[in-house]
T-cell receptor, first 110, second 111 residues
Framework: GQQVMQIPQYQHVQEGEDFTTYCNSS?????IQWYKQRPGGHPVFLIQ?????EVKKQKRLTFQFGEAKKNSSLHITATQTTDVGTYFC??????????FGTGTRLKVLA | DAGVTQSPTHLIKTRGQQVTLRCSPI?????VSWYQQVLGQGPQFIFQ???????GRGNFPDRFSARQFPNYSSELNVNALLLGDSALYLC??????????FGEGSWLTVV
């Protein structure tokens, strides 16, 4: 079946350090979305990538979609304590089914 | 505008019972999806409905069923509850651009 893996599973960083999470799919994706979930909360949409090789930036966050549309990454520059949470990628398989990754839990130490 | 609303927010059920969870999508959104999120894992796709028709179903047993009403709200039903059904059940609505907006979820505990 379709699988989306994320690495690392956990990441602890000092405030001000950079952070990257990687997302890999076993199948080609129509698009990929990224979400942030705070402890006890629900996933909140961050961004959607559609095109092969696409790169998008949101302030300190940089998102990339691989050329083969099977992998993606999220990079945060100079992390802040407000970045704490679990980051999920979700790949669109077909036309309606989003397959969520396993998530990367980020902890930022002040 | 209100976001996706779900009810109830928390509930406790006994094994073998049945549960109904409710969801109202964002105004104007015709698509509703249901996801199950077990603690420590990513959301797992259960169903998607669009214009009251089921568009897709994930790998869940027939104990899980759903429907969408003419006003695009939706219900998720789970019969014969098992301990393993304890999870956060998320409803999401989407409009034209495939962006998914999640509700705050319904926390189900089966004892």
């Amino acid at each position: 079946g379709q699988q989306v893996m994320q690495i690392p599973q956990y990441q602890h960083v000092q405030e001000g350090e950079d952070f990257t999470t990687y997302c890999n799919s076993s199948t080609t994706l129509s698009n990929i979305q990224w979400y942030k979930q705070r402890p006890g909360g629900h996933p909140v949409f961050l961004i959607q990538l559609v095109k092969s090789g696409e790169v998008k930036k949101q302030k300190r966050l940089t998102f990339q979609f691989g050329e083969a549309k099977k992998n993606s990454s999220l990079h945060i520059t100079a992390t802040q304590t407000t970045d704490v949470g679990t980051y999920f990628c979700a790949g669109l398989w077909g036309t309606y089914k989003y397959i969520f990754g396993t998530g990367t839990r980020l902890k930022v130490l002040a | 505008d209100a976001g996706v609303t779900q009810s109830p927010t928390h509930l406790i059920k006994t094994r073998g019972q049945q549960v109904t969870l409710r969801c109202s999508p964002i105004s104007g959104h015709k698509s509703v999806s249901w996801y199950q999120q077990v603690l420590g894992q990513g959301p797992q796709f259960i169903f998607q409905y669009y214009e009251k028709e089921e568009r897709g179903r994930g790998n869940f047993p027939d104990r899980f069923s759903a429907r969408q009403f003419p006003n695009y709200s939706s219900e998720l039903n789970v019969n014969a509850l098992l301990l393993g059904d304890s999870a956060l059940y998320l409803c999401a609505s989407s409009g034209r651009k495939d962006t998914i907006y999640f509700g705050e979820g319904s926390w189900l505990t089966v004892v």
